[in-house]
């Protein structure tokens, strides 16, 4: 950087590093099961009779359509560029710079505490236990944070969190701060919703997205569901047209009926192929299988990760390390892909072990 920049930056910014994306980290590659994205590309349209106007802040046929979608009132429903702009509306309507904290529970998604550690807001971590559940008595020990981030089904462990732990959390920070679901992969496990809690709890928050099973992650749009009040604070800070006018009619068209028909016939298809590639995993020499598969992708470790990974990578077959997170050392997350995709990669695997193979 140079020195101006030095000098001028926030200083809670000069030590981050620009979002080690999935897509910056390999921009090559032919089989792309590095970033939980859906295998299936479907069509829309595009009407640009309007391109010249400022699009709606919040599209009355995307809020709609949603709320009918998630059974929720329209007036709980905010539409944002992505989850990851939810996670920061949130951090920054309810977090004071420089004195507030978030809590999360790693190993678990990263945005959460890079949109904190770029907005000056502290962060608490409460691991997960060994089985990845959570420490309900080590999160309700922490008072003073204002947002709880509970990701279920988690990235990158594929669990989901025992319904009755989430119920103490979420009544004992009834006072005190919201708790925020991360449902970016509920589709892969509808019956984990928290939707239905919504009306029940004013300190709960559900984030969703388009980017996972909806198979529209170019298209940036996501969704807080919340209470009426929590939405209404979230529309204080949000950018006048945060959802561009193409977006905005795709997104109308996924939500219809029979765009929510495919999306089940496309969940479903991407359920079994995962659960076939879990079991064609599990049969690997040296393969360990981690977490659950409630989501769209599977974690394991295996003692050669980093060399099968660079492997995989000079194959084109993309995948995404996840040794440098809390208690995965050696752990490697596949999403699952189509029939093609998986098959290419468990015959990768497989030349790779027969090769180098560390022994179980
Ligand atoms: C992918 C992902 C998101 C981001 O969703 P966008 O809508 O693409 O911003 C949020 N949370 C989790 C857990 C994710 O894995």
């Not at 904290?101 to 907005?119: D, F, H, K, V």
Request: contains cysteine.
């Amino acid at each position: 950087m140079s020195q101006l920049v030095n000098r001028l930056i926030n200083a809670n910014l000069a030590a981050l590093k620009p979002y080690e994306s999935a897509r910056r980290l390999f921009s090559g590659g032919q089989d792309w099961l590095n970033a939980n994205e859906s295998p299936f590309t479907n069509p829309y349209e595009i009407d640009s009779d309007h391109f010249n106007r400022y699009p709606s802040c919040q599209p009355a046929a995307v809020i709609n359509g949603y709320a009918a979608y998630a059974q929720v009132d329209s007036e709980q429903v905010l539409v944002t560029r992505g989850a990851d702009e939810g996670i920061e509306l949130l951090i920054r309507t309810f977090c004071q710079p420089g004195q507030d904290n978030i809590l999360i529970c790693p190993p678990t998604y990263g945005m959460y505490a890079i949109s904190a550690e770029t907005c000056n807001v502290g962060v608490k971590r409460v691991p997960l236990q060994a089985d990845f559940r959570l420490d309900v008595p080590a999160i309700c020990a922490e008072d003073d944070v204002k947002l709880v981030f509970i990701c279920s089904p988690n990235n990158p462990t594929g669990t989901t969190v025992d319904q009755g732990d989430l119920l103490t959390i979420v009544k004992h920070f009834a006072d005190t701060a919201l708790v925020v679901v991360d449902e970016a992969y509920i589709e892969f496990a509808m019956d984990a919703t928290w939707a239905n809690a919504l009306a029940s709890h004013p300190n709960l928050v559900i984030l969703r997205t388009l980017s996972k099973a909806f198979a529209l992650a170019g298209l940036r749009c996501g969704f807080t569901l919340a209470s009426p009040a929590i939405i209404q604070a979230l529309l204080k800070v949000i950018a006048p047209y945060p959802v561009p006018e193409p977006v905005a009619q795709i997104a109308a068209q996924a939500l219809t009926k029979e765009n929510i028909e495919r999306l089940r016939a496309q969940t479903a298809f991407l359920n079994s192929e995962c659960e076939r590639l879990k079991q064609e995993l599990a049969r690997r020499r040296g393969i360990e299988l981690l977490g659950d598969t409630k989501a769209n992708f599977i974690l394991f470790r295996y003692a050669g990760s980093s060399e099968l990974m660079q492997y995989l990578v000079s194959e084109g077959m993309l995948i995404r390390d996840q040794s440098k997170q809390y208690s995965l050392n050696q752990c490697l997350r596949v999403t699952a892909g189509n029939e093609a995709q998986n098959n290419r990669l468990l015959q990768l695997i497989d030349h790779f072990i027969a090769q180098t193979g560390v022994s179980a």
